[in-house]
């Protein structure tokens, strides 16, 4: 992963991380963080790519 692919995918989960936390600030601690991350990664090696088109989808 390029440095710029990199940080979009940083600004990508920060404004994730913003839009849960004002859902639910419980899915913010550090264990539903883990999972979150530990999710998107395992679906990003399934689907054989970078995970920069997955989202974390809560409704």
Sequence with gaps: MSAKD???LEAQM???A???A???PRLLSPVGRSLRDDAIALL???EG???RHLRL???
Aim: proline fraction near 0%; include cysteine.
């Design 6 to 8: 990199a940080h979009w």
């Design 14 to 16: 920060l404004a994730s």
């Design 18 to 20: 913003r839009r849960l």
């Design 22 to 24: 004002a859902r639910d």
């Design 44 to 46: 990003a090696r399934c």
């Design 49 to 51: 790519r970078d995970g």
């Design 57 to 59: 989808v809560t409704d």
